[in-house]
Each structure stands twice: as C-alpha cells, then as structure tokens.
C-alpha cells in the first residue's frame, strides 16, 4: 500500500467515526507501532542516502497531518458526549427541593444539653460511669447502711453477685472521689437510673438523673443555694419561682430540696404537682462527714456540695407536660409535636 493510498483511507474512516471510542481505536490501527506507517518508518534504512531524506520528510509530513486531523475529530466528539451527559443529568434547579428531614434532640437530651452548658462555665468536667454497680458504690461508700429502706429488693433492682442496677448517678461521685484527685473537684454526670418503685404521672422505674458535686474548702450552703438558683433560671427564666425546704439524704448533711412552681398548671393544682402547686426536681446539699471520711477528704476545711437532678422531671415541667411516660413512648409523631412546641 502506497502512501497516498494509506491517506485515503484514513481520511474514509476518520468522516466514518463519531465516539471518542471509536477515534482511539482508529489512532492504534492507522499510528500505533503495528501500523503501515510505522512500519514504513523502519523501511528508510534500505534506502539510498539521497532517497532516504525525501521519503522521510513526507512520511512525517503524513503523519503529523494524521496526528492533527484525529486529534480534531476527537475534540469535536468528546464535546458532543460532554454535553450529551450534561444534558442527561440536567437538574431544573426552579424545582422545590427535597432536602431529607431534620432530626432533633430528644426533649430530655436539650435538658441535659442546657444544664451541662451552664456547669461547663462554672469549671464542671462532664465524667460517666457505669449503670450496673456494686453495693458498695452504691450504698456504702455513700453512708447507706445495710437497714436502709432503699437496700430492699422492693426498692432496687438487684441482680446476681451482688450486683444492682444503679438507683442514683450518686454513684459516680463515689467513684471519682476513690480515685483520690486533689481538691478542688469539680464533676458532673448524667444518665439512666433504676428504682423498682410504682409508675404513676410524676414517676418511672427508669428514668434519667443529673449528678454534680463540688470539692473544695470553704464551700458553705450559699454556694448551693446560688448554683441550683443559677442552674434553674438557666433552664426556665430568669422569672421563674422556686423555693428551698429541708430534706434528709444519707450521703447530704444538712440537705435540701428545689421545687419549681408548677409551669403545667400555673399554680392551680394538677396530677404533675399532686394538687400542691409545686414540683421537687432537684435534692441537693452539703456532702455528708462520714463520706468525705470514708474517702480521705475530711481535713483542712476541705467541704463538698452535691446535687441531683431529676432531668426527666425537669423536662416535663420545661414542656409543661403532666405525664413523664409520655417522654418514652417512642412516637416519633408526638415527640416531632414537642419540638415543636404543639404540645402544652
């Protein structure tokens, strides 16, 4: 096959092929190294001197026009099947969108949140702890003695060896302060905890608490009484009307109580507050002798706050709710209502 032969069929089959597929194929098959041209590249040693020269220059004059006239076509094609794709995968960006659907907190997780966000500016560091506990974690470090009601099997849910479903996030103070850490302690924890009591409009079986507790000397009942004032205003307003009133808890001496005015019922008496116009949702108080005793603590002035609260209490009275069951009722449909304030 001649050269000039070789050029027009090229050129045929180049006005023949339209896919940048077909244009890479044509490139192998007319320039590759197993085309005629390349092999007539390796003739041009078998020529005369004087014919050599001349034959060279049209052979690369052919081959450069071959390299411009495919690299052209394929250009042109890439760009149709570019705007081919483009034109497929158009999107009509005047249409509504279809964003998936926003999740939110679960109404007692934005309690948890707004607390954790006001003891985290006071210096409190967020620590955990696990919710099936030993007997001394859970009562005795915490000067609970073994008469105590609450060690009852109708009180608490024990299991084997020993051990017991957690009944207070008290147990986490416990087990810091057997760590040892040097004072001042500031930690504060949250999480499930487990009472095998009744279940009525104000109480669960499970249900979430709020532990802190502040190590440090000096501390007095004023410290206390102004972090649960800050904590609740925080959470409920800056108008919002509590009141302190004495309670006994064996790990607190002396203690006290937070009730909050009723928001479900404004005062005017409903099954949330039992008819009373308040709710308790904070016990709170200075940390008893025999525990600061039992861990090391009960020297150089050394006095310690604590504090739990019922978040789950706190958050129904955030919302305005009677029940708590209906917190954990897992409808998706009533709690997407909460968040959104439809429901009083």
């Known amino acids: 096959m001649n050269l000039d032969t070789w050029l027009r069929d090229f050129r045929s089959e180049l006005a023949q092929a339209h896919r940048t597929g077909e244009l890479e194929e044509l490139r192998t098959r007319h320039l590759g190294r197993r085309s005629h041209l390349k092999a007539e590249f390796r003739t041009l040693g078998d020529l005369p001197e004087g014919e050599r020269r001349a034959y060279a220059m049209r052979l690369n004059a052919i081959a450069a026009s071959a390299e411009r006239e495919l690299d052209d076509a394929w250009q042109d094609a890439h760009r149709a099947e570019t705007d081919q794709r483009l034109e497929a995968e158009r999107i009509d960006i005047s249409l509504p969108g279809q964003a998936p ?9 934005q309690v948890e949140r707004r ?3 006001v003891l985290r500016r006071l210096g409190f560091q967020r620590v955990e702890g696990p919710e099936v506990e030993d007997a001394y974690h859970n009562f005795d470090a915490l000067n609970v003695p073994q008469h105590h009601p609450a060690r009852d099997m109708q009180d608490t849910f024990w299991l084997e060896q020993g051990l017991l479903l957690r009944s207070h996030t008290t147990t986490i103070q416990a087990r810091i302060l057997g760590q040892g850490p040097p004072v001042p302690i500031k930690a504060a924890a949250s999480g499930r905890v487990y009472r095998n009591e009744a279940v009525d409009v104000t ?7 709020l532990e802190g507790f502040w190590l440090e000397p000096g501390l007095t009942v004023g410290h206390l009484k102004q972090l649960l004032t800050d904590i609740a205003r925080s959470l409920y307003g800056a108008d919002v009307r509590l009141r ?7 790990y607190t001496e002396p203690s006290l109580g937070v009730d909050l005015a009723c928001t479900t019922c404004q005062g005017n008496g409903c099954e949330a507050c039992h008819g009373t ?3 308790t949702i904070i ?14 603590y009960d020297r150089d002035d050394i006095r310690g706050i604590a504090f739990g609260w019922g978040l789950t209490r706190m958050t129904t009275q955030w919302l305005g709710l009677t029940h708590v069951r209906s917190l954990y009722q897992s409808d ?11 429901v009083s």
Do not use: D, N
């Open 244 to 250: 302190f009133k004495p309670k006994h808890y064996p």
């Open 332 to 342: 998706q449909r009533y709690l997407t209502h909460l968040h959104r304030g439809h």
């Open 277 to 279: 116009g308040w709710v």
């Open 283 to 296: 016990g709170a108080g200075m940390i008893h002798p025999a525990v600061l005793r039992e861990f090391g």
């Open 203 to 209: 109480h669960l079986a499970m249900f979430h608490q």
């Open 101 to 109: 659907r926003r999740g939110s907190w679960h109404p007692v997780t």
């Open 115 to 117: 607390c954790f966000s």
